[in-house]
């Protein structure tokens, strides 16, 4: 056994320290999470339980097999803009009758579960991962449709979401479409293109024109049950496949759906699963408050892999980033991690033939951020920095395992895209609330801009107004401070959440299980041409 050891001292002021800065974090995560939870205030969840409906979160509790986790995905959508947090839609991973499966909720609380550009950017996100993981898709439908005021942002790459729809029963993968309510204009083409419909008496509203719409259009009177109503679908149009008398037999109905799939994960090589040797609660006084400040990244490893048996690949070699074989939940994983936060040319190179050698064996890769790009400089330069990240940005790439990404600490630069940041298409990634994201940190952005406006006014012969250079520099300091927390960048969908760190295995161990529903294959060669 090759278990590592650990130095963490946690009665010491540094812990106490980092702790308690995490804490706070995670209260603030809290409270945000509460908004979403919250979903159009008091008000519109009192008048919708009093139509006798469910709450989206409650539907989802009863379609899951009892007992058993749900990962919601993004549920910071929408933060920070003009819309309700969660952006009306619930996303996440659920298993249904034994079923991993991906489930969507609408959340007809918001603004009657209108879809707003940042709903739009959450449902193709969740489409992504279910083609990715092949994973059942179930549909919780119950929208007005888009949210008109924003039609212009939403209309045109709206139609995305019916194309996965179909894109994913080509491959294969089951869909599955419950309607609690209305599914109207464009949105009448979810339960129109899914596998399977299940619809509500006296409940669902399906159509591509509502009453007040075919008046306009043909002048034809008309009400919605002939219209578009369930036992109108289930008896003339077809369109229903299941009849449900309300929510909780449209629930189980569902869950029959996908009793009968006859669905099967791609590998079960899950091997047995012992806990880390140190305890998950520590992980919240490793990352120090202050980003500047290193942290050993086999802490965190120590308290996140099985049995905390970790075997280091190159430990002499580049040890600014720590590279090495563990289990995770019984799954095999190839782990980098940044140990002093800059990328050297042989921290990048030692990435490289990692990533291949995980590639070789099938081996998903888990990436754990904490760097602020690659090394900068005369010396770095000529030694061949460039080529060598661009090394490390290739190998990530064009690998074809699964990756996974955490962003425990800093993640600036192209260091960002190295350890495989969103544009990388990382299978799965989270932030923790320490974390930050940038072009470059808040300080170093600002002194940039400043050494290049002193530069311009020295070589037009003006004078330079420092006071004016003072001011500019703590704006612009606030301004990418603010864009790099990891609410901002989560309400943006640039994660799929932010979480507790002491959640981190649990919700490793879900998406490596989710991601085994495929089959895992890695790049046979192919990476492209590598500078040498």
Same mark, same amino acid.
Request: charged share 20%; aromatic share 6%.
């Given at each position: ?13 540094? /812990? ?44 989802? =509790? &009863? ?10 995905? %993004? ?21 249904? =009758?034994?079923? =991993? ?35 059942? @898709?179930? %549909? ?98 077809? &369109? ?59 802490? @965190? ?6 049995? %905390? ?7 002499? /070699? ?28 042989? =921290? ?31 010396? /770095? ?52 609330? %320490? ?28 004078? /330079? ?37 002491r959640d981190t295995r649990t919700v490793l161990g879900m998406c490596l299980s989710a991601i085994h529903t495929a089959p895992v294959e890695g790049a046979r060669g192919g990476f492209g041409v590598f500078r040498m």
């Open positions: 056994m090759t278990v590592l050891p650990t130095a963490l001292d946690t009665n010491s002021p540094e /812990y106490a320290a980092n702790r308690s800065t995490m804490v706070e974090k995670l209260a603030e995560l809290e409270t945000a999470h509460a908004q979403a939870l919250a979903g159009g205030g008091e008000k519109y969840v009192t008048r919708h339980r009093k139509r006798g409906k469910l709450p989206a979160r409650e539907r989802i =509790e &009863l379609l899951v097999d009892p007992d058993t986790p749900f990962l919601e995905l %993004s549920p910071l959508a929408a933060w920070g803009s003009d819309y309700a947090v969660g952006a009306s839609l619930v996303t996440g991973i659920g298993v249904v =009758e034994g079923v =991993e499966c991906l489930i969507t909720a609408n959340d007809p609380t918001v603004r009657g579960g209108a879809s707003n550009p940042w709903t739009l950017k959450k449902a193709l996100r969740a489409n992504e991962i279910a083609f990715a993981n092949r994973l059942p @898709v179930i %549909s919780l439908v119950e929208s007005g449709g888009a949210d008109l005021p924003s039609q212009k942002e939403i209309f045109i790459p709206g139609g995305a979401l019916f194309r996965d729809l179909t894109r994913l029963s080509a491959a294969g993968i089951p869909t599955v479409a419950v309607v609690f309510g209305n599914s109207t204009a464009g949105g009448a083409y979810v339960p129109g293109m899914s596998d399977h419909t299940v619809m509500i008496k006296e409940q669902s509203k399906v159509f591509l024109g509502g009453p007040p719409l075919v008046k306009m259009a043909t002048g034809e009177e008309s009400d919605d049950e002939s219209l578009g109503g369930a036992e109108m679908h289930a008896r003339t149009s077809g &369109l229903a496949d299941h009849f449900a008398v309300d929510e909780h037999d449209a629930i189980r109905q569902a869950r029959r759906i996908v009793a009968r799939l006859n669905w099967r994960k791609a590998q079960t090589d899950q091997g047995p699963a012992e806990p880390p040797k140190y305890d998950e609660e520590e992980l919240l006084g490793i990352v120090p408050g202050d980003l500047k400040a290193p942290f050993d990244p086999r802490e @965190v490893i120590a308290r996140l892999v099985d049995g %905390s048996d970790f075997d280091t690949f190159k430990p002499l /070699y580049g040890p600014s980033l720590v590279t090495g074989w563990a289990r995770l939940h019984g799954y095999p994983v190839g782990i980098l991690a940044n140990a002093q936060g800059v990328l050297f040319s042989e =921290e990048s190179q030692k990435a490289a033939q990692f990533i291949q050698l995980a590639n070789q064996r099938d081996i998903p890769l888990l990436f754990l951020h904490n760097t602020t790009g690659y090394m900068v400089g005369k010396e /770095y330069e000529q030694g061949g920095i460039i080529k060598h990240g661009a090394m490390m940005i290739n190998a990530v790439a064009n690998s074809k395992v699964p990756h996974l990404s955490v962003l425990m600490g800093a993640s600036y630069g192209a260091g960002h895209y190295g350890m495989c940041g969103r544009a990388y298409d990382p299978r799965f990634l989270f932030a923790w609330p %320490s974390s930050k994201s940038a072009v470059m940190g808040p300080q170093q952005l600002a002194g940039v801009l400043s050494i290049v406006a002193r530069a311009s006014a020295a070589a037009k012969g003006q004078p /330079y107004d420092d006071e004016a250079d003072a001011g500019l520099r703590a704006m612009v300091e606030q301004q990418i401070e603010a864009e790099s927390l990891p609410m901002f960048l989560s309400g943006r969908l640039y994660d799929d959440g932010v979480i507790d760190p």
